[in-house]
């Protein structure tokens, strides 16, 4: 019995031990079971919901880019791409190896995706293919069901209605570098582009727009099951650019038969660029779609620089388009007047050296007025001897050489002035009064874009500061723009006078170097500068412009920069055409055709007509 009551005893402790330790389970369990469900169910609807639901960003479509009067020249169309998302794909190589057997997809394509895996979020689609075409598309949603983490994706590309024609102004869209990552998510989206150069560049911010939002609800293979919420994208600003589709189409054409030619047409009240040509070009849209290295190579390596805007960045000798600043600097500091006679006999002499005009056989006895209309070198060398270096210099600097006009686009370059304190700070010697000479027909260190050469014009005729611009505000209305209040250059309204009326004949009087080139229809007239800038040292009595037995790149370059109508001055047209020989002869006929068409238009005080139909008389042309 004693035994029996012992036996009892342990087996009653041991229940109630076991069932104290099941009581305490029981009892954390449910504790646990009320903290999951009813203290944090909260949070774990959320994370739950977080596993279950998706918030994706949205590109928003880029704004576009205008001209004066509201055509596209830089729109969005539709587009078909594949994408890879890093996180739902699993072996990233194989599935490229699917997608290869179904698309072209090159070795170039693969390292790209790759690469973009790598430096982008796993749950960031990434770009496999853009721009496929109906079949492609149809093969690949074939086969969507097996690759996991693949899908079509509707998107948009950029589209340049001109294609080459504006390359240089409007610039480009690209992909964006790993070094302008900054965080923001809308720049880490698959085949998102931002502005790389132009118009693109300069007011990307403003084209970008803001992202929308999708949340979707997933399974548990990352598939979509349905769109919960959609917040739209906001586009982007349409940008309103002051270039005329019509004249910056038909002033590319008319510069199609030079090999490397650049062209500024401007509104010389306003400042608006109508037309900026820079020939050859691109195609603005391989930069969108991604280039080849087959592309990149043959644009990079071309000898005529096609992704350069000359306009704006190319730098060169103005030549004899630089008189006219002389002129004006030499009347306004009254070291000559409109009636100093100067006498040309091919030469002048300064100490041992000599300094040849253009015309081997001189000039003869000249006014100012005649030495505007000849391009009398001997009469300019004596005035810039006159003036000196530190008054020519700061003439110039006041017609706009020198430094950057402030263009609303990048890559805009300053060009040259030289002065006494440029020449000791970047070679340590002193100025010498030769150079003044040769600074006194455009020569020498003078560099100057073509721009600039455009607005020096502008400024001369309006007696103001103009300043370019290549955007505006809105559309043309009705009734056109007044001029802009720039400051005036506070120079006497006469002395301009005189230059002008040189340049006038330039053009319009026999004798003048560009009188082959005038326009002939009444209230048309333009008048002008010619100028042929050497890139070389010319020998013997070689004449400007009669090199065609030299190599290309040592030829002489061709300019000439004109105003129009003479008798109320708003356009100005400057073109030069590289190593193309004699300015009149080569680059006064495109003026010509350019400034008698943008005058039939009139795109400065007139909206298009129906019956716009551009017509180019045929290059002929001879002078000085």
């Not at 007696?463 to 006497?492: E, I, M, T, Y």
Request: net charge neutral; charged share 20%.
């Amino acid at each position: 019995m004693q035994r029996e009551a012992l036996r009892q005893k342990l087996l009653t402790r041991r229940a109630a031990l076991l069932g104290g330790a099941q009581a305490v389970l029981i009892a954390g369990v449910a504790g646990r079971m009320y903290q999951l469900q009813i203290l944090e169910a909260d949070r774990y609807r959320v994370l739950a919901d977080e596993n279950r639901i998706n918030l994706r960003l949205l590109a928003p479509p880029r704004g576009r880019i205008l001209d004066r009067f509201g055509a596209p020249l830089a729109d969005n169309r539709q587009n078909y791409r594949v994408v890879i998302v890093p996180e739902q794909a699993g072996d990233i190589e194989s599935t490229l190896a699917v997608l290869a057997a179904l698309i072209q997809l090159g070795e170039p394509d693969r390292r790209r995706v790759m690469r973009d895996i790598r430096r982008k979020h796993a749950f960031v689609p990434v770009v496999v293919r853009a721009n496929l075409s109906w079949d492609e598309v149809a093969r690949i949603e074939v086969a969507v069901p097996e690759l996991p983490g693949v899908s079509i994706e509707q998107g948009l590309s950029r589209f340049y209605p001109l294609a080459q024609t504006a390359a240089h102004a409007l610039g480009y869209v690209a992909a964006v570098s790993e070094a302008e990552l900054t965080g923001d998510p809308l720049l880490e989206l698959p085949d998102f582009r931002i502005g790389k150069n132009g118009i693109e560049k300069s007011q990307d911010t403003r084209l970008r727009g803001t992202a929308g939002t999708s949340q979707v609800e997933v399974n548990a293979f990352g598939r979509v099951v349905r769109e919960l919420a959609r917040v739209e994208p906001r586009a982007g600003e349409d940008i309103v650019s002051a270039l005329d589709m019509a004249m910056q189409d038909f002033a590319t054409r008319r510069c199609a038969g030079e090999d490397s030619v650049s062209l500024v047409l401007l509104d010389a009240l306003t400042g608006d660029v109508l037309a900026l040509v820079s020939s050859p070009g691109f195609d603005p849209a391989v930069f969108s779609t991604g280039l080849t290295p087959a592309v990149w190579q043959e644009l990079s390596t071309d000898p005529k620089n096609p992704l350069t805007d000359k306009a704006i960045a190319g730098v060169y000798p103005p030549g004899s388009t630089f008189k006219p600043v002389v002129a004006v600097a030499a009347l306004s500091a009254a070291v000559l007047t409109p009636e100093t006679s100067i006498t040309c006999p091919g030469f002048i002499e300064l100490g041992d050296a000599q300094f040849r005009c253009w015309r081997p056989g001189g000039h003869g006895t000249l006014r100012l007025r005649d030495a505007i209309k000849k391009s009398c070198d001997v009469y300019f060398y004596e005035a810039a001897r006159r003036l000196g270096i530190d008054r020519l210099a700061a003439m110039a600097r006041r017609f706009g050489y020198g430094a950057p006009l402030g263009l609303d686009i990048p890559g805009e370059r300053g060009g040259l002035i030289p002065s006494r304190e440029w020449k000791v700070a970047t070679t340590g010697q002193p100025w010498q009064q030769g150079e003044t000479l040769i600074a006194g027909i455009g020569q020498g260190s003078v560099l100057a874009t073509p721009l600039q050469i455009a607005t020096m014009v502008a400024r001369l005729v309006t007696g103001r500061a103009v300043v370019p611009r290549l955007l505006r505000d809105r559309v043309l209305q009705p009734g056109g723009d007044n001029a802009a209040g720039f400051a005036p250059l506070g120079l006497n309204p006469q002395t301009l006078a005189l230059v002008v009326d040189g340049m006038n004949a330039v053009v319009n009087e026999e004798g003048g170097t560009a009188y082959a080139a005038r326009i002939a229809e009444p209230g048309f007239a333009m008048g002008g500068k010619s100028g042929t800038s050497q890139v070389r040292h010319l020998t013997g009595s070689r004449e400007h412009g009669k090199e065609t037995d030299i190599p290309w790149r040592e030829r002489d370059h061709a300019l000439f920069v004109a105003f129009a109508p003479v008798g109320a001055p708003r356009y100005v047209c400057a073109t030069l055409v590289e190593h193309g020989g004699f300015g009149s002869a080569v680059c006064a006929p495109i003026v010509r055709d350019v400034l008698r068409e943008v005058q039939r238009r009139d795109p400065a005080r007139r909206l298009p007509d129906a019956d716009s139909g551009a017509q180019m008389a045929p290059a002929s042309g001879s002078g000085g």
